[in-house]
């Protein structure tokens, strides 16, 4: 039988709400206050788009929120966004030296959607374009992160920007693949609006190669930036797998999307094929749109996910089962429609895992969706830009101080140069290529990563709010005695 919504709109509404809901001023200001706004902070470091972290949340202190959301927009174009999805638990977080003092880290994460929400909310622009732009034109392949982040970096710089995306809307990943209960899509749909009174151009419903040809691009342009995300889901090669209740984990959270809530069908059994951050959210999602059962099933065990720990404890506290050291082996219908899969045990083998005979079962399910890697777009790439070197890992070869690629006017950043990474680390490498592109049509030196400026500090010195530095090593005795 097809699958058909499970709840009503009010407890979809419910089960969608956010893990961790906004600051409150109160609450902001007490958490900012917290920081030590070390001057060699090492949250800096961790942020793939350097934001000064303490000089914005400094800036909360004293209710400046707009200067706040300056520097960290400047930083970060979509700040916005990874506030809501970054891992900062990972990176800025992870590296807070509250931590070193075994005390909670700051939360940057829910400071830096305090001080971005309200800029939105009061409709202040506090970025803006070139007061005349250079006559230089890019196009850019992408309308996700890396293409974003590039095309705010080039419009700030006085370059004319346009962005190709073959979707009706821009964001990528941010607007069509983010877990509903993470981010909303009208936070990515904003940062794009944003970026537009930059300046930057947007061509929506239009693919490279169909409706515009790579060589037309080059030939118009100055430059080209390649930002396109990755393919379709990688296909299980195995029987069954085109029936129609067998889904693309992304497609599945682009439904939820692009849909009311209550008009989003799910299985009442849901499996989930893999183990990494998509296929966390596809099956917490699974879970909180009513479905009775959802499994992960991972060829390898609890160690080897690519998952990040806390995403994990968030999927079993949303009821989530797992199915560890286990492979699908065959989808089994009945009357043209998805009633279970036949699963097998695996054990280690090499770098693989290999199929232990004798331990098949078959488990039944009604929806099926894959979360095991998604299809490099090098190939395609490689085809549509001749001479365009790829690595054997299917990924754009390009100079990492630039992100020139092998075509001296073509640059890359995103998942057509890492294979997949952050959202965050994407907007760093589309900001880098603007960079590249900037120092390749107008001699400009490359900047490099932001970095905090604090003259007249000496090394080893914290910021305390004061005229006056404190060491590190005095600041740290302090807290320790109370």
Known sequence: MPIQPLIDAATAALNMAEPK???????????????????????????????DIPTFIRKITTDNLTGAART???????????????????????????????KDPIQIGRLQRHATDHVAAVGIDVLHGAAHTNGRKVAILGAGPAGLGC???????????????????????????????????????????????????????????????PADLLRDHDAVFIG?????????????????????ALAFIEWIHTRPLAEVPVGRRVAVLGCGNTAIDAVTQAKRLGADEATIIYRRGADDMSAY???????????????????????????????????????????????VPGTEWIQPFDLVLKAVGQEKQAGLLGRLFPGLKVDAKGRVEYDPATMQTSLPTVFVGGDAASGGREVVN?????????????????????????????????????????????????????????
Not at 21 to 50: H, K, V, W, Y
Not at 79 to 102: F, H, I, K, N, Y
Not at 240 to 245: I, K, R, S, V
Request: charged letters at 20%; one cysteine or more; aromatic letters at 6%.
């Open 151 to 213: 095309a705010a970096e080039l419009a700030r710089l006085g370059y004319e920007a346009t962005v190709y995306d073959k979707k009706p809307a821009g964001g990528g990943l941010n607007t069509y693949g983010i877990a509903y209960y993470k981010m909303r899509p009208q936070v990515s749909l904003d940062e794009v609006r944003m970026i537009e009174r930059l300046g930057v151009a947007f061509r929506y419903g239009v693919e490279i190669g169909r409706d515009v040809q």
């Open 72 to 102: 960290i927009l400047e930083a970060n174009v979509l700040g916005a966004s990874c506030a809501r999805v970054c891992p900062t638990q990972m990176l800025c977080e992870g590296a807070c030296v509250m931590l070193d003092l075994e």
């Open 21 to 51: 809901p906004p600051f409150s001023p109160q609450e902001a200001r007490i958490e900012a206050n917290r920081c030590l706004f070390c001057f060699d902070a090492p949250c800096i470091m961790a942020c793939p788009t350097g934001i």
């Open 426 to 482: 994407a907007v760093a490498e589309g900001k880098k290529a603007a960079r590249g592109i900037h120092a390749l049509l107008a001699g400009a030196a490359e900047s490099g990563p932001i970095q905090p400026s604090r003259l007249g500090m000496p090394d080893g010195a914290v910021g305390s709010g004061f005229d006056a530095p404190v060491r590190v090593h005095e600041l740290e005795a302090a807290l320790k005695r109370g």
């Open 228 to 248: 396109i995300g990755l393919g379709g889901a990688n296909r299980l090669g195995i029987p069954g797998e085109d029936l129609p209740e067998v889904v693309d």
């Open 309 to 355: 720990p806390f995403e994990y404890d968030l999927a079993k506290t949303d009821g989530a089962t797992f199915l560890f050291d286990t492979v699908p082996v065959e989808v089994v219908a009945q009357d043209g429609h998805v009633v279970g899969l036949k699963l097998a045990k695996t054990t280690a083998c090499d770098v693989r895992a290999a199929v």
